[in-house]
């Protein structure tokens, strides 16, 4: 009773949810796009979606 259990689509949505933010770090820190995109199995035109939705994230926060 009361214990939650996740599903496998739910931990698949963490782990790209996780993954994004990782790859997003990454790039604001300094890193290469095309080594993050690389390095996460990824190209660029995704890691530049992500990056836009994580600016907007922030201007909202301020």
């Known amino acids: 009773m009361g214990e939650i259990v996740e599903t496998a689509e739910a931990a698949d949505e963490d782990w790209t949810l996780e993954h994004r933010f990782r790859a997003v770090v ?11 995109a690389h390095r ?23």
């Open 26 to 36: 990454e790039v604001l820190d300094g890193s290469p796009m095309a080594e993050v």
């Open 40 to 62: 996460y199995g990824t190209s660029l035109q995704p890691l530049h979606t992500w990056l836009r939705g994580a600016s907007v994230r922030v201007d909202e926060t301020a």
